[in-house]
């Protein structure tokens, strides 16, 4: 009894035991202590040794407790696209706030009725459908959304088609259809893993062939597969094909922002459509104007059957996510109520910022405005191309850019240490432009693990654009010295 403390506990076992804890009284080493032994690294991805913190934002800037301003290039993996801190969004979450900032789901709001309007009123428009908007809270929750709609309007088919180097999530439906295995490695199979397909990749393409040519082969490699019933894909005495969709995502995003020749998707869809098999959009990273369209689909001249949407919708400011389909798929003779339920979707925070968003590209010519930037944006990085041996391909649409970084001996072979070295370097905040310090984040992509992909706000200004381009140029000279 003598070993024992007042409450009876063995004393080594008491010591063991936290004190109470304080939150807001912790330096920057004891938060990552903290993290490294409380959180679970499952729901994230530590790109460097030890992770940033950051402490506030503001614009494109992201701010650390010493008060650096890292310029910030990737936007929340494009979710913020009108830049942090967006007073009239900001502004239109407080008013919810205070009016109307909780309610079931059970239950309508004035909120969700009308953002769901403006969305579905303009795809009708866009692709002469009536359709019906379906909301949830996050992109990879809203893929298996419609993975649950399209295997309904297909009599239970489970076998999709996809890209390589396609990425939808990685909830169990979705690492279905995403090509990266090591998604799935340790997870097995929600129904069946899709059947990927040749992307237009043209830069690691075959030789010789131009843009649209390689699309071209693209899409005749994916018709031969309908040929004969021995490339198992159809039953060609009844024409039915076992495929009940293809995901595709227009430019491809974690793949590395690979953009397809303009020509590509009509020839895709004319297969699908001969077959039944229909056009599911993933816009969760491209939408909102990230390429300068509504829709990135919209730059390919054909009408998607659902498209699925999500991140910029609300400019990261609350989770919501969803997906628009053909009033066919998705109304309630065919969907009925409770097909899919979740006790946030739709809520009320986040379709208020949403609305608020939908409004603010309808008062101000973003098509225009996108494509003058990324223009410039790309312009920029072109010159950075010439001048470093070290970029092999660089490409971009409105504001979704592009630099593949190589080996400087032949500007091709991938160099992922090339890369990893630019985002270590760019944590440091000791790049120096007109007498100011300068941290730059930026993001991995690519099928080797070799593309810095570019997805800027879209409230950047050429100011800003210049700011970037002069930031990256000192990187890609320190490291290629370095190398």
Not at 137 to 142: K, L, R, S
Not at 263 to 288: A, C, T
Request: with cysteine.
């Amino acid at each position: 009894m003598d070993n024992l403390t007042l409450d009876g506990r063995d004393p080594a076992v008491a010591s063991a035991i936290p004190a109470p804890f304080r939150p807001g009284t912790h330096s920057e080493a004891e938060l990552l202590a903290l993290e490294e032994r409380y959180c679970s690294h499952g729901d994230t991805v530590h790109y460097m040794n030890p992770p940033k913190i950051f402490s506030g934002c503001e614009g494109s800037y992201m701010l650390d407790e010493a008060g650096n301003r890292f310029l910030d290039l990737q936007m929340w993996y494009s979710a913020v696209n009108f830049g942090y801190k967006n007073k009239r969004l900001s502004d239109a979450l407080h008013r919810q706030i205070d009016t109307l900032p909780q309610v079931a789901s059970q239950y309508l709001h004035r909120e969700k009725i009308e953002l769901a309007t403006m969305i579905a009123q303009d795809a009708e428009r866009k692709f002469g459908h009536e359709g019906r908007v379906h909301f949830n809270v996050g992109g990879a929750q809203a893929v298996e959304d419609s993975l649950k709609v399209v295997r309904n309007a297909c009599n239970g088919k489970s076998l999709m088609f996809a890209f390589e180097g396609g990425y939808h999530g990685r909830t169990l439906g979705a690492s279905a259809i995403t090509s990266s295995y090591r998604y799935r490695r340790r997870f097995g199979h929600f129904g069946d893993r899709a059947q990927f397909i040749e992307f237009p990749y043209h830069f690691r393409g075959p030789k010789g062939m131009s843009k649209e040519e390689y699309g071209e082969q693209c899409v005749a490699k994916f018709e031969r597969l309908f040929e004969t019933e021995y490339n198992g894909v159809l039953d060609v005495k009844t024409g039915q094909a076992e495929y009940a969709a293809f995901y595709v995502e227009p430019i491809q995003g974690t793949g590395g922002y690979v953009i397809p020749p303009r020509n590509f998707f009509k020839g895709i869809k004319k297969v699908l459509d001969r077959y039944g098999i229909l056009m599911v959009v993933d816009e969760i990273q491209m939408g909102l104007y990230r390429t300068g369209k509504l829709w990135s689909i919209e730059h390919f001249g054909v009408q998607p059957d659902i498209i699925v949407f999500g991140k910029a919708i609300t400019n990261g400011l609350n989770p919501l996510s969803g997906i628009w389909a053909r009033d066919e798929l998705i109304n309630p003779t065919i969907f009925p109520p409770g097909s899919t339920h979740s006790t946030f979707n739709a809520n009320p925070l986040g379709t208020a910022v949403a609305l608020e968003a939908m409004k603010m590209f309808e008062e101000e010519d973003y098509e225009t405005m996108v494509a003058e930037k990324g223009a410039y944006f790309l312009q920029g990085i072109q010159e950075l191309k010439r001048r470093h041996k070290c970029i092999g391909d660089v490409d971009g649409l409105g504001m979704a850019l592009r630099i593949e970084v190589c080996e400087p001996h032949d500007s091709f072979t991938p160099s992922k240490a090339l890369v990893d070295r630019m985002c270590d370097e760019g944590m440091k905040a000791d790049l120096v432009v007109d007498g100011k310090r300068y941290g730059l984040v930026l993001d991995i992509g690519g099928y080797y693990k070799n593309v810095i992909t570019l997805a800027p706000a879209l409230t950047m200004t050429r100011q800003e654009i210049d700011l970037a381009i002069t930031l990256l140029d000192q990187l890609f000279t320190r490291v290629s010295k370095a190398a």
